[in-house]
């Protein structure tokens, strides 16, 4: 389907961001619809680089606004027929420039494949959560209901109470009145006294009522603090946990402070509802009085939720971090980290008041080894709404460091020790709420960090991140790693996808997983029930742990390789044996990349090539790594590899991506306008990418890598060179043009009779050694 037709079909938030990408006159959104098909065909990327395209382009584009004014002319579509003339003179401005106008039209469309992007995430996220989206929105919509329920309940409170005020002020002013005149007839009196019996047995009445009406609205308050406090803020702060190792989960706070908000503000009135209580019992009170007997009682609950819910209300909403770090929760000592607070409780009256102060390890744990912090920097901010886009009450702090207290650590009644990037470390805040005759000490806690000292420690410390926010719901146990848990297949594959979901904007589907999966465990039909060790994670076969090779491929992909990836150019995680049997179906020249299983941070790909009789023959290349893909793209690895054959003929044996799409249909928009002799990678390509046939060679000796096992890979032509010479003790048989080339790391330098082998053609094709 064409980009603009996807455009418009997307749901309407994001038709919203069309609308306003479309805001501006570089490209109007009437010349971009009627002239769609045209636009998406052309190389604007070429464009904006060679004047002579540009002024094509340029010249045909205003060619297609006449053919489309000279429509609107006969449909009379008078507008459109103005909108069109304008928009050509308006274009007659990139005349001299038309570079510029290729440019502006380039960005557009990236802009519009950003929103396709953004749909295409939010569809996949959608995807996953969509029963659990249904379970939240329901329980949203209940707590909403019953929000508005306790609203009008409060409503009703200050009515009732305004009608106890009036009733005892009428039964006051008649007794008032009553004492003032001088009854003398007994009987008249006597009918007094029972009239204001009968007064003030109906004003208890109505203080009982307004009693038991209190009780009631504490106990829907009290409902809706625990579904709040138990409920809500917990699950948030697991979606918290979450995000910060990657999950595409919603952290924002809005919606939990207005409901915080509109608690507290019930509870507050109904503190001063009892203080009205108070007030009119200090002015008519009675044998019995139903107030005197209840209010207290009252008093101390509505203390008691108030209190509860303001101490809950107190949140890291953004976890310390370092500017340049892996992720959240690892810190390093003498280098600024930056973490938020916020009240869910908004009193704009406080705004400014309640200074917030940061320690460290209050409760340390007396373990051996373990080391203590002091926090540096402004340690002391007030809550504030200026710092808050949402306007809610947050201290913001952007500038703290750690360091390190030199007495710290060495002693320790347990003799468990951890490892430095198994320390857990808390962080806490303090601050004092003082309102309305209310004075509340709250104290909100930091999710536990790794706190490191050299830079080469970021990523064992990032794997202890992971897995406790991956596994532990306690989150203030810092004892943690003394006796780690397990995690589930489950929660590991789930958690191991939200690191590139994250970091590239597209997650791991089920046969990634699947072949991560055997990795691990073997072959199993079910991997629901496995589970993976702590040290199987990041300790096994040190200093290439699993997530030492994890962590690789994710930075690969994230530096050289994200926009293949996010396409789902890239298959990946994907066996060799599973490899051999997906390509062994496909026609020649059949191809896919995976990651190397036994190279840290590299890529390989393998196609289908055919023996002499037909058979299908897959070979598979040295893995490539970051020193290789720093000097030229993948894509233009792909489009420039080539094999010369028997005749010296280049051949480029990457013809079809897996599973039968056209190599240059898959990666042609990667590719960089310049080629053959004006490629800037051609000196590259020259000395690295080209490969000689060679039939009836000496098989090599050394063992196969990991990565050739499947598969015939190509060698350096002076490795096997070399080979040779030792067979033939004549090391002069290798000639001068081939002792000054270097062996290339990236290809495989031993396998079972190999048909290629690499050369620089830049110099004319030798002999055999």
């Given at each position: ?15 919203q961001?069309l ?22 065909k ?8 060679d ?89 949203q ?27 005892q ?59 709040l ?24 706070l809005?919606?939990l ?25 200090g ?11 209840q ?12 209190e ?80 808050s ?8 702090f ?18 468990i ?38 830079s080469?420690?970021q ?45 590239t ?13 055997h ?21 096994e ?5 699993f ?52 190279v ?12 002499i ?34 005749e010296?003929?280049p ?33 590259y390509?020259?000395?690295?990418l ?29 490795g096997?060179?070399?080979?040779a ?15 000054m ?15 290629g ?13």
């Open positions: 389907m064409a980009q603009w037709e996807k455009l418009r079909q997307l749901p309407a938030v994001y038709g961001q609308h306003e990408l479309y805001d501006r006159d570089a490209l109007p959104m009437d010349v971009r619809h009627y002239l769609s098909a045209w636009i998406e052309q190389e604007w990327q070429r464009a904006a680089r004047h002579d395209l540009a002024m094509v382009l340029f010249q045909v584009l205003l060619e297609n606004l006449d053919i489309q004014h000279s429509r609107f002319v006969q449909e009379e579509s008078f507008l459109l027929q103005h909108n069109i003339r304008r928009y050509k003179q308006n274009f007659q401005r990139y005349l001299d420039d038309p570079c510029a106008l290729a440019s502006t039209i380039l960005w557009f469309l990236e802009k519009e494949k950003e929103i396709l992007r953004s749909a295409d995430l939010a569809e996949q996220v959608q995807f996953l959560r969509v029963e659990q989206e249904a379970m939240e929105t329901s329980s919509q209940d707590l909403e209901r019953k929000m508005a329920g306790l609203k009008n309940e409060v409503q009703c409170m200050e009515h009732t109470m305004l009608c106890l005020e009036e009733q002020d009428e039964f006051d002013f008649k007794y008032q009145t009553h004492k003032m005149e001088a009854v003398v007839d007994e009987a008249e009196k006597q009918e007094k006294i029972k009239l204001f019996q009968l007064l003030i047995n109906k004003l208890n009445d109505c203080r009982k009522s307004t009693l038991a009406d209190l009780n009631k609205l504490l106990d829907k308050i009290e409902e809706l603090n625990d579904m406090v138990k409920k809500e803020l917990v699950e948030w702060q697991r979606r918290q946990q979450k995000a910060c190792i990657g999950a595409p989960d919603n952290v924002c809005d919606q402070e207005n409901w915080f908000t509109c608690v507290a503000v019930c509870l507050f009135q109904v503190r001063e509802f009892l203080s009205k209580l108070e007030e009119l019992v002015k008519l009170s009675y044998a019995n009085d139903p107030v005197k007997a209010k207290p009682a009252l008093q101390s609950r509505t203390d008691t939720l108030l509860d819910l303001l101490k809950s209300s107190f949140v890291v909403e953004t976890q310390p971090s370092m500017p340049q770090g892996k992720g959240p929760l690892v810190l390093r000592t003498n280098v600024q980290f930056s973490v938020k607070t916020r009240l869910l409780v908004k009193v704009p009256e406080l705004n400014h008041s309640m200074k917030v102060n940061v320690s460290m390890d209050r409760e340390a744990p007396q373990m051996k080894g373990y080391r203590r912090f002091n926090v540096l920097g402004s340690k002391t901010k007030a809550l504030n709404m200026a710092e886009q949402s306007g809610g009450m947050v201290a913001d952007r500038h703290l460091t750690l360091k390190e207290q030199k007495s710290g650590g060495g002693k320790g009644v347990s003799d020790s951890l490892s430095v990037t198994e320390e857990l470390h808390l962080i806490y805040f303090d601050t004092v709420f003082e309102f309305k005759g209310l004075s509340v000490e709250l104290q909100a806690c930091s999710l536990p960090v790794i706190i490191i000292s050299n080469s420690q990523q064992s410390a990032w794997a202890s991140v992971l897995w406790f926010n991956m596994i532990s719901l306690d989150t203030k146990d810092v004892m943690f790693f003394a006796n780690c848990p397990a995690a589930t297949w489950p929660q590991f594959g789930e958690m191991l996808s939200w690191q590139f979901l994250s970091a904007k597209r997650g791991l589907n089920d046969a990634q997983l699947e072949m991560i999966a990795r691990l465990f073997g072959k199993k039909q079910d991997y629901g029930t496995c589970k993976v060790a702590w040290s199987k994670f990041s300790k076969n040190p200093p290439d742990t997530w030492v090779w994890f962590d690789g491929i994710l930075v690969m992909v994230k530096t050289y390789l994200e926009n293949l990836w996010r396409d789902g150019h890239i298959m990946g995680f994907v066996n060799k044996s599973k490899e051999k049997s997906l390509l062994k179906k496909k026609q020649r020249g059949t191809f896919l990349l995976r990651f190397s299983e036994s840290i941070g590299a890529i390989t790909f393998s196609w289908v090539d055919t023996t009789t037909g058979e299908p023959d897959i070979k598979t290349v040295q893995p490539f790594t970051k020193v290789d893909l720093s000097q030229i793209p993948f894509h233009e690895i792909i489009r420039n590899f080539q094999i010369l054959e028997a010296n003929i051949e480029n044996p990457l013809v079809y991506l897996y599973p039968n799409t056209p190599k240059d249909e898959a990666f042609g928009k990667y590719y960089t306008e310049k080629t053959g002799s004006d490629s800037p990678y051609i000196k390509i020259k000395t690295k080209m490969f000689v046939s060679k039939e009836n060679t000496l098989e090599a000796k050394s063992p196969m890598p990991s990565d050739m096992a499947q598969g015939e890979a190509l060698e350096p032509i002076n096997l060179c070399e080979e010479a030792e067979q033939n003790e004549d090391p002069q048989t290798l000639t001068s043009p081939l002792e080339y270097h062996p290339d790391p990236m290809l495989s330098s031993s396998v079972a009779r190999p048909r082998r690499f050369t620089d053609v830049s110099q004319q094709p030798q002999p055999l050694c």
